[in-house]
């Protein structure tokens, strides 16, 4: 038997908010019936774009630093960090602070990921 990675899941105040900007983020499109309780972003068919995404609605905000993050690859980082801050995100860390090898942001909902310069 074989284990495999099937998806990542995001808890959220508005799944369908969040799928939306994950979506736009990785050029993909949130899958039919999306709502604030539950929504999901499909992998495409190019197995290097990633697991299925998945968004549910909790209670409560998120209050502590992620114990796990996703990184992002883009051959121009500042760039594609502007495209991500205007859908959304926020910059925490510029390329100066981890020596030009990556920019953290955080997703609108606050959950923190890195830019790596690739």
Known sequence: MTTSLFGISF????????AYF???ALHRTVNDGATEQSASVAPTDDPAA???????QVPEGKTIKNRVHLDLVAADAQVEADRLIALGAKQVRSLDENN???????????????LVAG
């Open 11 to 18: 808890d959220a105040r508005n799944a369908a908010e969040l």
């Open 100 to 114: 030009g090898g990556w920019i953290g942001l955080a997703d609108p909902e606050g959950n923190e990921f890195d």
């Open 50 to 56: 990633g697991p299925l995404l998945m968004f549910h």
């Open 22 to 24: 994950w979506a736009q």
